[in-house]
């Protein structure tokens, strides 16, 4: 049989999950890790604003048999937006907020408004973002790695930007090859064109934001996360000897993979 190629594995038509009003939910399955195992579909999934879901967006997830919804967003987002609806779909919620605000464009370093601006500018973000919530992100790892914690799904408010870091940490945290950890991450990109075609049908007013936002802050480029998985591993040897620096050892990273490839 011929192996299959990174975008066969990587586009895998299983991976996106529709839903009325989230946009970017994509499953974490069909990655082979570090020793050969394969992680199970349907076991861990990555979103994008989870307070948006309808009713029938919930029917979804109650198929999906979602037990854990980790809220990677700050409280100010919640407090504006609203959380997962627990009361209508009951899940084990855990509010763990990666950075305590979103990042504002007078506190953003001037960049290009280009290719090379988006790659730069999501290179700062998630450095920032690592150099003060290393220790959030792995707080949220560990209550993964809890027995029946799965199916699970974090999810910040595109999906891209703190879940993309979170997703980039257990992947290649459980020895997922990176150009696979780079390219799942880019699949994000496609999701923020589904998003804005969304927000210009049904929101109008978050469509004007989205107009006044840079382009390189709401770029999804695949050469950003390579640079941060390399720049953990030339600090630190590699991303699962980074995550046991901040508190994710080895006995909760084999829990969580155990938790992952059943």
């Not at 994509?26 to 990655?31: E, H, K, Q, S």
């Not at 999906?64 to 809220?71: A, C, H």
């Not at 007078?106 to 601006?117: C, H």
């Not at 600090?235 to 909760?252: C, K, M, N, P, Y």
Request: glycine share 8%.
């Amino acid at each position: 049989m011929t192996a299959l190629s990174l975008s066969e594995i990587v586009d895998d038509s299983r991976r996106l999950v529709s839903f009325e009003s989230v946009h970017n939910f994509r499953d974490l399955g069909g990655y082979e890790l570090g020793d050969g195992r394969t992680i199970g579909w349907g076991r861990l999934f990555r979103a994008d604003g989870l307070y948006r879901l309808t009713d029938d967006d919930l029917d979804i997830m109650d198929a999906l048999g979602i037990r854990t919804v980790i809220d990677l967003r700050s409280s100010g987002e919640v407090d504006s937006h609203g959380r997962y609806p627990v009361e209508k779909h009951p899940v084990a919620f855990h509010h763990l907020p990666i950075i305590d605000a979103t990042w504002m464009q007078d506190e953003v370093p001037e960049f290009t408004d280009d290719e090379q601006g988006g790659i730069d500018f999501l290179v700062w973000a998630y450095r920032d973002m690592l150099a003060k919530g290393a220790d959030r992100f792995a707080h949220a790892i560990r209550l993964l790695a809890i027995p029946q914690a799965a199916p699970a799904v974090f999810h910040c408010a595109a999906g891209k930007d703190r879940t993309g870091i979170m997703a980039a940490l257990i992947l290649a945290g459980l020895g997922v090859d990176e150009e696979i950890v780079a390219a799942d991450y880019g699949l994000t990109a496609a999701a923020m064109d589904r998003m804005r075609a969304w927000v210009l049908a049904n929101h109008p007013e978050m469509a004007d934001q989205m107009g006044e936002t840079p382009s390189f802050m709401l770029a999804a480029r695949p050469e950003a996360i390579r640079q941060i998985m390399l720049d953990l591993r030339t600090e630190h040897g590699s991303v699962r000897d980074f995550l046991s620096a901040i508190g994710v050892g080895t006995a909760q990273l084999d829990a969580l993979a155990d938790a992952l490839t059943l």
